[in-house]
């Protein structure tokens, strides 16, 4: 069976990787994870990566901190989940690179569009870490330029609800679901998936966005195979 998505962006928060932990890696989580991941590069997909670092650092909660050194902390959180991650898809036979908007050569390759598009071109794995490498800037903003810069087919937001809701769900038993609405409504009624930056990012781009459940990792593989799970972001 041939993927829906020849190429796509997926984001994964720093959170999901922590499971009921919270915090830290949770690695038998990250191993669900990563198998739904290689069943879509086994299927002919191929999948860059963006994670974020919730589990370690949240820049926006570092109290009296510089907003700056606290969001430079936050992108080198994201490095060590994307060493996680490719530690884990490397563990299953996965071959994988890892790109880092801050260089550091010792650990990772450092962010180069062209170099990223080539290595999926041979079936490779790449994971983004350090968020767009500038601080004022969130992960889901670093993953919508990253899909809009590699030309993904689509981008992948797993998250832990099963899709975009008008309220939050886990407070407003009335909560209605959106099965498909566009980033102009996001920004307009401030729904909160994401932040504005990434959306005007995709809405300006016709960037695509599938937001379902992480809860179920195996959705990962159903969103790429183009189940209809979820909830669909575009523009017209």
Known sequence: MEPKYKRVLLKVSGEALAGDKKT??????????????????????QVAIVVGGGN??????SGSMDRTRADHIGMLATAMNALAVADVLESMGCDVRVQTAI??????????????????????IVIFGCGTGNPFF?????????????????????TL???????????FDDAKK?????????????????????????????????????SRPDNIY???????IGTVVYED
């Open 24 to 45: 830290g890696l949770n690695y038998d989580v990250i191993t669900e994870i990563c198998k739904s991941i290689k069943k879509c590069a086994d299927a002919g997909a």
């Open 56 to 61: 370690f650092w949240r820049g926006r909660s």
């Open 103 to 124: 260089t550091m050569r010792q650990v990772a390759e450092p962010y180069i569009r062209n170099k990223a598009v080539t290595h999926l071109n041979k079936g490779r």
């Open 138 to 158: 969130s992960t889901d903003t670093a993953a919508s330029l990253r899909a809009v810069e590699i030309n993904a087919d689509i981008f992948l937001k797993a």
């Open 161 to 171: 609800v099963d899709g975009v809701y008008d309220k939050d769900p886990h407070k």
């Open 178 to 214: 959106y099965e498909t609405l566009t980033f102009s409504q996001v920004i307009g009624e401030d729904l909160g998936v994401m932040d504005s930056t990434a959306a005007a990012m995709c809405r300006d781009n016709k960037m695509k966005m599938l937001v379902f459940d992480l």
């Open 222 to 228: 159903d969103a790429v195979m183009g189940k209809e």
